[in-house]
């Protein structure tokens, strides 16, 4: 059993298909075949199963290609030990909130000037990210999840023997910019607000209540979906449009001049997950102290 081999084999998982493997390694598609079939026999039990569509791992595959994951990424810290600057690495998968992200930014301020110094960060869905920790492409996956979402989340973590931990409730808000008739208003209803459109992703990427409208009586049907987080922030602040979503640090609120209702009793929960087998390194510690800290300003 080689490195080469194993490497081999999770890029077959990551593609889904043995072709579509080869094509990515530039290799043929008989020795991929041949390289993944030799490891099938070492091992005495295979790892896929082969379809028309491509491949999907076997229970024991499953477990295989987890192990395999350790061993690529222990093998390339292991070659880094030698190194004169050893590497130091922290990968993120999470979403686009502004104390997850502002934390990580601050990281980097931090660590700048550093030499042999990874770091980054992906936005993706939450299903990609903890696929990617499991894989051990990510160090830490961050999400923000509703209370009927948390119980599937918890289910994958305990699949993918991750490591789930609460690190806040982050109340939901109702959001308007200085250019909306209702901003000065001493007080708001959210009727009044059946007349005006809401600006809300597209992506969901960074999950909001869909239905946040409906339960608090505001028309479902005026929406403008969006995809990017700036784009959405200008359409509050320079047009009438609304927003529902998790409550922003007071300098960001004060960076577009946005007006924040509280949404009794709703809120989100963030979590951070990594695995079990993996120990914190430098830079973990470092980005999740940062990350209390912008959370504390809520």
């Not at 960001?252 to 007006?259: A, I, K, L, V, Y």
Request: net charge negative.
């Amino acid at each position: 059993m080689t490195i080469q081999q194993l490497q081999y084999a999770l890029a077959v998982y990551r593609a889904g298909s043995i072709s579509a493997a080869a094509a990515s390694l530039f290799i043929a598609q008989p020795n991929l075949s041949g390289v993944i079939r030799s490891l099938e026999e070492e091992l005495g039990y295979p790892i896929f199963i082969r379809t028309s569509r491509g491949v999907q791992p076997t229970e024991q595959g499953i477990e295989a290609l987890r192990q395999a994951a350790q061993i690529v990424d222990c093998h390339e810290k292991m070659c880094q030990v030698g190194s004169l600057t050893p590497r130091r690495r922290l990968r993120i998968g999470g979403i686009s909130y502004n104390p997850v992200c502002d934390a990580f930014a601050q990281l980097c301020k931090e660590c700048q000037n550093e030499d042999g110094l990874e770091m980054a960060f992906y936005t993706d869905d939450i299903d990609v990210s903890l696929e990617k920790l499991w894989l051990s492409e990510i160090d830490l996956a961050v999400a923000l999840r509703g209370s009927d979402e948390t119980d599937r989340l918890e289910k994958i973590c305990r699949q993918k023997n991750l490591k789930l931990t609460h690190m806040a409730d982050v109340p939901m808000v109702l959001r308007i910019g200085p250019r909306h008739p209702l901003y000065s208003a001493p007080e708001i209803r959210f009727s009044d607000f059946e007349n005006y459109a809401m600006v809300d992703y597209n992506d969901k990427v960074f999950l909001e209540y869909p239905s946040l409208s409906a339960l608090l009586h505001i028309n479902p049907d005026r929406i403008v979906t969006v995809s990017d987080r700036a784009l959405k922030n200008r359409l509050i602040s320079e047009t009438s449009m609304y927003s529902i979503g998790c409550k922003l640090p007071p300098r960001s609120n004060e960076r577009f001049g946005f007006r924040c209702i509280p949404l009794d009793n709703l809120h989100y929960s963030l979590f951070v997950m990594e695995r079990y087998d993996s120990r914190r390194g430098e830079l973990t510690v470092q980005y999740l102290n940062l990350l209390e800290r912008y959370l504390e300003d809520l």
